[in-house]
């Protein structure tokens, strides 16, 4: 066992965490090290925001070159099909490359790597289990960016073969069909519209009135019309109650039951693969050492609950990202993993505001929001005006065959400041960066107009709604 004496340890090499640990290392010179017991990236890298954006991708690709005919690039639909074995060594050649990159950045800035499960033993001491042994970890402050892991469903059947979370989905060498999906929230909507995209048959099974009940509605109902014309079936309103292997005479594996909640009507829908995508939970499995550390911080259902600089009711330690539970999104621990290491450098201000966080999802077309929707404007009382954009008159959506989609920004009505914008339209997830930082400044909508944007790009439609 070798004992070694740190400023910060960070446990979790998540966005959140190697974000932290190289801030902490670099700018704030702190003697840092990282501690992570899988590979360096996190979910995001290893089983989330990249591995399922190279899958996107992939169906991005596909619809390409179905639609290529309209633009004199014969080919013949048929014979398109998706090697499911290459993408997903593709996807792992990407994710190599960037945890490649990751460590590179951590060297060069000094953090320290240990590979292995760390267990708290106080507010100033981490075991660290690894191949070889135990490591013993003094350090004056602990960050814990453990992340989330996905919520397992309290039904009959969930460990079937061929039942599966997002994580399993992702290592699959074999296009399944049909799917079945298990909630309409952002994991569920991406996976049915690469699934579909991909040649799947694709079914959502939403416990909601409506999918994407967190966000606005209006992206809501067009998204959900937009892949209902693709052929996924939505049932909203689904209360699943079991998960049965098919019966031997049915062509698919498995079957899911469900009763539509208004009508009360049971209906069985076919399987071949069921992904359940119902929410994600924070990862604090056997992160404190019981029989020694004094005092573990309050958690309210598994969740560690932090003060507005990110410290825990125990002195020394800190939480950010999903483990705090909040908004799960790989940015916004990014974001808090930036101000804790700020606030444990003793910065008064932190340097990033939090209450303006984007949101995407990254189907076919893409959807983003931030800021205020028009439902929480009213909800809050404040008066708004609206400002919509339907993306048809856009040249470079025209000329790449986009489907309809619309931009809409919320201003205060009193001084015509933006406070939300909602968009589905190709690019939403790299343009709505505008909004947030026009809310974020403060800026009027005129004030948005005062900058030219290149012409024929999606991102003119800000300055053409905007001028
Ligand atoms: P979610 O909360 O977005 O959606 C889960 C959905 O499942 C909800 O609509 C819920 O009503 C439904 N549900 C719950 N129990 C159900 C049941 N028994 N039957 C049917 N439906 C049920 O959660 P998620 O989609 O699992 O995503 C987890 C987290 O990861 C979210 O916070 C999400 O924002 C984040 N994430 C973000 C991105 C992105 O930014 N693009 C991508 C993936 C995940």
Known sequence: MSDKEYDLAVIGGGPGGYTAAIAASSKYGLKTVLIEKENIGGTCLGHGCIPTKTYLSAADEVQAIKNGNRLGVMVNEADVRIDMAKLHAYKNEVVGKLQDGIMQALTHAKVDYVSGTASIRSNMAIDVKTGSGSELIKTSKILIATGSE???????????PHVYNSNEMLEMTELMSPLVIIGGGVIGLEFASMYSALGAQVVVLE????????????????????L???????????????????????????EVKFKDKKTETETTVPAQTVLVAVGRKASTEDLFDKNCIPTIPSMERGRIIVNDRYETDVPGIFAIGDVTGGIQLAHMASAEGLNAVAAIAGKEQLPIRTDVVPACVFTDPEIASVGLTADEAKKAG??????????????????????RGFIRILTESETGKVLGAQMMCARASDMIGEFSSAIVNGLTVDQISMAIRPHPTFNEMIWEMTR
Do not use: W
């Open 150 to 160: 996905p919520c397992k469903l309290p039904i009959k059947g969930v460990d079937l």
């Open 382 to 403: 404040i008066a708004v005006k609206s400002i919509k954009y339907v993306t048809g008159a856009n040249g470079k959506s025209v000329l790449t065959g986009q489907e």
């Open 228 to 254: 209902s014309k693709r052929s996924v079936k939505f049932h909203t309103g689904a209360e699943v109650s079991e998960i049965s292997k098919a019966g031997f005479r049915a062509t698919t594996a498995l």
């Open 207 to 226: 416990a909601m009135d409506r999918i994407l009940s967190n966000m606005d509605r209006d992206l809501a109902v067009n998204l959900k019309q937009i």
